[in-house]
T-cell receptor
Framework: DVKVTQSSRYLVKRTGEKVFLECVQD?????MFWYRQDPGLGLRLIYF???????EKGDIPEGYSVSREKKERFSLILESASTNQTSMYLC???????????FGPGTRLTVL | GENVEQHPSTLSVQEGDSAVIKCTYS??????FPWYKQELGKGPQLIID?????GEKKDQRIAVTLNKTAKHFSLHITETQPEDSAVYFC???????????FGAGTRLFVKA
Protein backbone atom coordinates (compact mmCIF):
# COMPACT_ATOMS: atom_id res chain seq x y z
CA ASP A 1 0.00 0.00 0.00
CA VAL A 2 1.30 3.43 -0.96
CA LYS A 3 1.75 5.67 2.00
CA VAL A 4 2.18 9.42 1.96
CA THR A 5 2.67 11.00 5.35
CA GLN A 6 2.70 14.65 6.35
CA SER A 7 4.53 15.90 9.40
CA SER A 8 1.59 17.65 11.07
CA ARG A 9 -2.20 17.41 10.86
CA TYR A 10 -2.76 20.82 12.44
CA LEU A 11 -0.41 23.76 12.72
CA VAL A 12 -0.88 27.26 14.14
CA LYS A 13 1.72 29.91 13.33
CA ARG A 14 2.05 33.65 13.65
CA THR A 15 2.39 36.15 10.83
CA GLY A 16 6.00 36.48 9.73
CA GLU A 17 7.12 33.07 11.02
CA LYS A 18 8.99 30.64 8.78
CA VAL A 19 6.96 27.47 8.35
CA PHE A 20 8.11 24.03 7.18
CA LEU A 21 5.67 21.39 5.99
CA GLU A 22 7.20 17.99 5.40
CA CYS A 23 5.97 15.15 3.24
CA VAL A 24 7.37 11.62 2.95
CA GLN A 25 6.33 8.85 0.54
CA ASP A 26 7.42 5.23 0.80
CA UNK A 27 6.85 3.98 -2.77
CA UNK A 28 9.89 5.31 -4.58
CA UNK A 29 7.74 7.65 -6.68
CA UNK A 30 9.49 10.04 -9.04
CA UNK A 31 6.99 12.88 -8.78
CA MET A 32 5.84 14.77 -5.72
CA PHE A 33 3.38 17.64 -5.44
CA TRP A 34 2.18 20.28 -3.01
CA TYR A 35 -1.40 21.54 -3.30
CA ARG A 36 -3.43 24.05 -1.45
CA GLN A 37 -7.13 23.30 -0.87
CA ASP A 38 -9.62 26.08 -0.23
CA PRO A 39 -13.44 25.84 -0.29
CA GLY A 40 -14.87 26.32 -3.77
CA LEU A 41 -11.44 26.48 -5.39
CA GLY A 42 -10.56 22.79 -5.53
CA LEU A 43 -6.92 21.78 -5.42
CA ARG A 44 -4.42 24.32 -6.64
CA LEU A 45 -0.88 23.27 -7.42
CA ILE A 46 1.83 25.21 -5.59
CA TYR A 47 5.00 23.36 -6.67
CA PHE A 48 5.97 19.96 -7.97
CA UNK A 49 9.17 17.97 -8.31
CA UNK A 50 9.95 15.26 -10.86
CA UNK A 51 13.34 14.29 -9.47
CA UNK A 52 15.68 14.92 -6.56
CA UNK A 53 16.74 18.57 -6.43
CA UNK A 54 14.39 19.40 -9.32
CA UNK A 55 11.38 21.65 -8.82
CA GLU A 56 8.84 23.39 -10.97
CA LYS A 57 6.39 26.15 -10.15
CA GLY A 58 2.74 25.32 -10.20
CA ASP A 59 -0.16 27.73 -10.50
CA ILE A 60 0.25 29.61 -7.21
CA PRO A 61 3.94 29.54 -6.17
CA GLU A 62 4.12 33.08 -4.76
CA GLY A 63 5.08 33.12 -1.09
CA TYR A 64 6.24 29.49 -1.13
CA SER A 65 9.41 27.56 -1.82
CA VAL A 66 10.21 23.84 -1.82
CA SER A 67 13.08 21.49 -1.22
CA ARG A 68 13.68 17.94 -2.39
CA GLU A 69 17.03 16.67 -1.17
CA LYS A 70 15.97 13.01 -1.08
CA LYS A 71 13.61 11.14 -3.37
CA GLU A 72 11.15 10.26 -0.63
CA ARG A 73 10.91 13.68 0.99
CA PHE A 74 9.41 16.92 -0.32
CA SER A 75 9.23 20.00 1.88
CA LEU A 76 7.10 23.10 1.48
CA ILE A 77 8.44 26.30 3.02
CA LEU A 78 6.60 29.48 3.82
CA GLU A 79 9.41 32.00 4.22
CA SER A 80 7.25 34.56 6.03
CA ALA A 81 3.77 33.27 6.79
CA SER A 82 0.82 35.55 6.11
CA THR A 83 -2.84 35.24 7.10
CA ASN A 84 -3.87 34.57 3.48
CA GLN A 85 -1.83 31.38 3.62
CA THR A 86 -4.25 29.89 6.12
CA SER A 87 -5.42 26.78 4.30
CA MET A 88 -5.34 23.01 3.98
CA TYR A 89 -2.09 21.80 2.41
CA LEU A 90 -2.00 18.45 0.65
CA CYS A 91 1.06 16.55 -0.50
CA UNK A 92 0.85 13.90 -3.23
CA UNK A 93 3.12 11.61 -5.20
CA UNK A 94 2.93 9.45 -8.30
CA UNK A 95 5.28 7.26 -10.31
CA UNK A 96 4.70 8.94 -13.68
CA UNK A 97 3.02 11.86 -15.43
CA UNK A 98 -0.19 10.02 -16.34
CA UNK A 99 -0.56 8.04 -13.16
CA UNK A 100 -2.85 8.29 -10.19
CA UNK A 101 -1.74 10.68 -7.50
CA UNK A 102 -1.55 9.39 -3.93
CA PHE A 103 -2.35 11.98 -1.31
CA GLY A 104 -1.31 12.48 2.28
CA PRO A 105 -3.92 13.30 4.96
CA GLY A 106 -3.27 17.04 4.75
CA THR A 107 -2.02 19.73 7.11
CA ARG A 108 -4.46 22.39 8.21
CA LEU A 109 -2.39 25.52 8.71
CA THR A 110 -3.72 28.56 10.53
CA VAL A 111 -1.71 31.78 10.43
CA LEU A 112 -2.70 34.30 13.08
CA GLY B 1 -5.21 28.12 -19.72
CA GLU B 2 -6.15 24.55 -18.90
CA ASN B 3 -9.34 24.26 -16.94
CA VAL B 4 -11.72 21.65 -15.56
CA GLU B 5 -15.24 22.74 -14.66
CA GLN B 6 -17.26 20.56 -12.30
CA HIS B 7 -21.00 20.61 -11.54
CA PRO B 8 -22.87 20.67 -9.29
CA SER B 9 -20.93 22.06 -6.35
CA THR B 10 -23.37 20.44 -3.92
CA LEU B 11 -25.61 17.42 -4.43
CA SER B 12 -28.09 15.94 -2.00
CA VAL B 13 -29.76 12.58 -2.71
CA GLN B 14 -31.85 10.07 -0.85
CA GLU B 15 -30.23 6.76 0.07
CA GLY B 16 -30.72 4.32 -2.77
CA ASP B 17 -31.00 7.01 -5.46
CA SER B 18 -28.38 7.66 -8.13
CA ALA B 19 -25.94 10.58 -8.16
CA VAL B 20 -24.32 12.11 -11.23
CA ILE B 21 -21.44 14.58 -11.26
CA LYS B 22 -20.33 16.20 -14.52
CA CYS B 23 -17.04 17.71 -15.63
CA THR B 24 -15.85 19.54 -18.71
CA TYR B 25 -12.20 19.96 -19.66
CA SER B 26 -10.61 22.51 -21.94
CA UNK B 27 -7.37 20.87 -23.14
CA UNK B 28 -8.14 18.51 -26.01
CA UNK B 29 -4.78 16.78 -25.42
CA UNK B 30 -5.97 15.47 -22.04
CA UNK B 31 -6.04 11.69 -22.00
CA UNK B 32 -6.31 10.58 -18.37
CA PHE B 33 -9.35 11.35 -16.21
CA PRO B 34 -9.31 10.23 -12.56
CA TRP B 35 -12.00 10.72 -9.95
CA TYR B 36 -11.09 11.20 -6.30
CA LYS B 37 -13.18 10.92 -3.15
CA GLN B 38 -12.24 12.96 -0.10
CA GLU B 39 -13.74 11.98 3.21
CA LEU B 40 -13.70 14.29 6.21
CA GLY B 41 -10.22 14.70 7.64
CA LYS B 42 -8.53 12.70 4.89
CA GLY B 43 -6.70 13.34 1.66
CA PRO B 44 -8.38 12.57 -1.68
CA GLN B 45 -8.29 8.93 -2.81
CA LEU B 46 -8.75 7.56 -6.30
CA ILE B 47 -12.07 5.75 -6.79
CA ILE B 48 -12.09 5.25 -10.55
CA ASP B 49 -10.30 6.51 -13.62
CA UNK B 50 -10.67 6.39 -17.38
CA UNK B 51 -8.31 6.89 -20.28
CA UNK B 52 -9.17 8.52 -23.58
CA UNK B 53 -9.25 5.29 -25.54
CA UNK B 54 -12.26 4.09 -23.52
CA GLY B 55 -15.81 5.51 -23.48
CA GLU B 56 -17.07 3.95 -20.27
CA LYS B 57 -15.76 2.10 -17.25
CA LYS B 58 -17.62 0.52 -14.37
CA ASP B 59 -16.63 -0.73 -10.95
CA GLN B 60 -19.54 -2.10 -8.92
CA ARG B 61 -21.79 0.89 -8.09
CA ILE B 62 -19.50 3.44 -9.70
CA ALA B 63 -19.19 4.22 -13.40
CA VAL B 64 -17.47 6.90 -15.43
CA THR B 65 -18.30 7.96 -18.99
CA LEU B 66 -16.17 10.00 -21.35
CA ASN B 67 -17.23 11.98 -24.41
CA LYS B 68 -14.00 13.14 -26.08
CA THR B 69 -15.77 15.09 -28.80
CA ALA B 70 -17.67 17.21 -26.30
CA LYS B 71 -14.81 17.11 -23.77
CA HIS B 72 -17.18 15.93 -21.06
CA PHE B 73 -16.81 13.18 -18.49
CA SER B 74 -19.19 12.12 -15.74
CA LEU B 75 -19.25 10.06 -12.56
CA HIS B 76 -22.32 7.94 -11.85
CA ILE B 77 -22.98 6.40 -8.45
CA THR B 78 -25.94 4.03 -8.23
CA GLU B 79 -27.74 2.80 -5.11
CA THR B 80 -26.13 5.49 -3.00
CA GLN B 81 -25.34 4.78 0.63
CA PRO B 82 -24.62 7.16 3.55
CA GLU B 83 -20.92 6.24 3.35
CA ASP B 84 -20.83 7.72 -0.16
CA SER B 85 -21.19 11.16 1.47
CA ALA B 86 -17.93 12.99 0.72
CA VAL B 87 -16.36 15.55 -1.59
CA TYR B 88 -15.66 14.26 -5.10
CA PHE B 89 -13.08 15.75 -7.45
CA CYS B 90 -12.72 15.15 -11.16
CA UNK B 91 -9.35 15.75 -12.80
CA UNK B 92 -7.59 15.67 -16.15
CA UNK B 93 -4.00 15.22 -17.23
CA UNK B 94 -2.11 14.50 -20.43
CA UNK B 95 0.82 12.51 -21.72
CA UNK B 96 4.09 14.31 -21.18
CA UNK B 97 2.56 16.72 -18.69
CA UNK B 98 3.23 16.49 -14.98
CA UNK B 99 0.31 18.60 -13.91
CA UNK B 100 -3.14 17.29 -13.10
CA UNK B 101 -5.93 19.84 -13.34
CA PHE B 102 -8.65 19.38 -10.73
CA GLY B 103 -12.26 20.45 -10.73
CA ALA B 104 -13.54 22.55 -7.82
CA GLY B 105 -15.22 19.56 -6.17
CA THR B 106 -18.77 18.34 -5.47
CA ARG B 107 -20.00 17.84 -1.94
CA LEU B 108 -22.34 14.84 -1.99
CA PHE B 109 -24.81 14.28 0.84
CA VAL B 110 -26.65 10.96 0.99
CA LYS B 111 -29.63 11.14 3.31
CA ALA B 112 -30.61 7.97 5.13
Amino acid sequence: DVKVTQSSRYLVKRTGEKVFLECVQDMDHENMFWYRQDPGLGLRLIYFSYDVKMKEKGDIPEGYSVSREKKERFSLILESASTNQTSMYLCASNPGAEDTQYFGPGTRLTVL
Amino acid sequence: GENVEQHPSTLSVQEGDSAVIKCTYSDSASNYFPWYKQELGKGPQLIIDIRSNVGEKKDQRIAVTLNKTAKHFSLHITETQPEDSAVYFCAASKRGGFKTIFGAGTRLFVKA
